[in-house]
């Protein structure tokens, strides 16, 4: 639906101006004698009115002009390519340890020695985004990186430079603590006040250890919903975790206790996967555990993100004001014409010394004959 | 040659407001094809005895007993011996009037200012009366006799001046000359000169009345008429004619053809005026530039 409004409407008050024009027809009078029972042309008489109109018009154009007419553009549903996708990267300590089957030589791949074996979740994770990126060229790519707070890496932006060199800085380090559920709430909020034009997709990369609070469990749902976000979560399995659909405890990779698990039960949010299958959007969880599972598990991303998207597009708002600055120019230049053609002297005035001329020239001319 | 005669006058009017006031050199000399009456000597071959050039009659000597104008054979061939004396038609003095319109058209201002264009002709009508002898005398009037600029027709040396000095007092307004109608119970009873100086916007009913009251005297109409008005008209443009009399405004886009409608309508007003006045065996006389003595003088030759 298109309709009319103006950026400043105050302007409006200026309107009354457009009435001048009729009242004061600003063309030079001169006096004359007699001007009684003339037969005026058609012209005459329809002249005056229509300069009247025009200067009106143009008045009251360029005061709707300066007022800022635009309209609002509506909406479209337009089909979209390519996904909008924020790359979740859990670098908490626990993404250092090897990968599953890699996790031998670790000295010798510290120490420099051998690179043979030992390969961290996080090195393993870091390559395969970068080819998973490199090979999407229609994507827009945002990271973030999180430990105990989430970092704003890289915003969403077609600025793919930012995004791989925000992955490759993205070390893994422990500070005891996993800010998951802050740092998805972060990569929410990177789709914040942006149209929604392609497949939204918060790519997480993680181990798990973490614990999403219920009120937190709560906050996201929301969000997933309101942004209308895809969550595809892989899973990075180490040595020593278990697979997440044997409802393994997130943040539990270590020693279960029968007391943790009581604990983590009674949260009834411990588990990882089960909140991301009630989030009320699409998930889908990659549980991976060598580099060949990620390209496998990404190559599924690609899959499930190819699908055109419908979406509904705002147009953007026309501005009307360079239209109407544009015809009141136009109107503007048609009354400077007809001031150019306007008289300024019905007759030049003679004065008495050259009337003096005039009535010699006569004389002389009276002489001749 | 005194110096009313000259060709101009400079300093004459310094101090008034007329003062860049352009006097025309010359005098109109008019010719009447009709003898006046009165006693009064003048210029102008009249009707009553007295000096003059012509031979009226031979009198007898008691009657005219002038012994310059003894007629020698007259009184040989008398048998009866009386003397008999010639009797010549007296040069007589004739009252030249002006009546003015005042209208506010008169004041109009084209290529000539219109009130100078008057003020001009009185001048020089003042001037040729009195270097012939003849009374002057001036009316203007709208809708009412304007009182301050009335001249009763005398001999008057200083007429110019007085015109000069009451000029500035010549403001026209209205949209009638009906005051004119006025004036005529003032005027001689003897037949006299009047100028009726106008132009001649006027309804018909003031015209063929004005004449009508005024048909036992000589009236010479003098049109003003500018050359703003119809021969030197735009050739293009708009503009707003604004009637000085009415005060309605006309919306006009110059071309061709409205040029030569404004002209055409001029030259009808012409017509017409030329038309209403023959029915009285008057013809008018137009100023349709500055006022030339010369050329009155020559439209009293051409007269009869």
Known sequence: ?369 | MRWWHKESAPGLFKGSPATHMHLPSGLVHYRLGWKPRGNQAGLVSGSSAGMGDTLRAVVPWLEYPDPRRLDVRATLRDPFEKLWVRDFKLDTAIPVIALVDSSASMGYQGVYDRKQVIARILTVLARSAYAAGDAFGMVVANADIHPKLRLPPKIHRSAPLWIAKHWPLFHPEGNTAQGLYRCIPTLPKRKSLLFLISDFHWPEPLLLGLYKSLSHHDVVPLMLRDPAESEKLPSSGFAQLQDVERGDRVFVWMNHRVQQQMQHRANDHLAWLTERSKRFGIVPHVIADDFNPQALTQYFLKRQ
């Open chain 1, 1 to 369: 639906m298109t309709s009319l409004h103006f950026a400043q409407p105050a302007m409006l008050w200026a309107m009354p101006l457009a009435l001048l024009p009729l009242m004061y027809l600003g063309v030079r009078s001169f006096e004359f004698p007699n001007t009684q029972g003339w037969k005026l042309p058609w012209h005459a008489r329809v002249m005056p009115w229509l300069l009247r109109m025009l200067a009106s018009a143009t008045m009251a154009c360029l005061v709707l002009s300066m007022a800022g007419p635009y309209s609002e553009g509506g909406i479209e549903t337009r089909i979209g390519k390519g996904a909008e996708i924020v790359i979740v990267l859990d670098r908490s300590g626990s993404m250092s340890e090897g990968l599953k089957g890699r996790d031998v030589n670790r000295q010798d791949a510290e120490a420099g020695v051998s690179d043979d074996h030992f390969l961290s979740k996080i090195e393993a994770a870091r390559a395969v985004l970068l080819k998973f990126m490199q090979q999407r060229s229609g994507d827009t790519f945002g990271v973030v990186a999180f430990n105990s707070s989430p970092i704003n890496v890289a915003p969403l932006s077609a600025d793919r430079e930012l995004a791989e060199a925000a992955l490759l800085s993205a070390q893994s380090q422990s500070t005891g603590f996993t800010a998951l559920s802050r740092a998805l709430g972060m990569a929410l909020e990177y789709f914040e006040g942006r149209p929604k034009t392609a497949t939204r997709v918060i790519l997480l990369v993680s181990d798990g250890d973490a614990i999403i609070e219920a009120e937190d469990q709560a906050i996201l749902r929301d969000a997933f919903q309101h942004y209308g976000v895809q969550l595809m979560w892989i899973y990075v399995q180490g040595e020593r975790e278990h697979s997440i659909l044997d409802t393994v405890l997130a943040g539990d990779n270590e020693m279960i206790t029968q007391e943790d698990k009581a604990f983590a039960q009674s949260k009834q949010s411990a588990n990882m996967h089960q909140v991301f299958s009630e989030l009320g959007m699409p998930y889908q969880a990659f549980e991976v555990n060598s580099e060949i599972g990620f390209r496998q598990a990404l190559q599924a991303v690609s899959k499930a993100t190819n699908q055109p998207s419908r979406y509904e597009y705002r147009l953007p708002r026309q501005d009307l004001a360079g239209a109407g600055y544009l015809m009141t120019l136009i109107m503007v230049m048609a009354l400077a014409w007809v001031r150019q053609k306007m008289l300024t002297a019905w007759v030049p005035f003679v004065s008495a010394r050259q009337a003096e001329s005039v009535v010699k020239g006569g004389r002389s001319a009276l002489a001749k004959s």
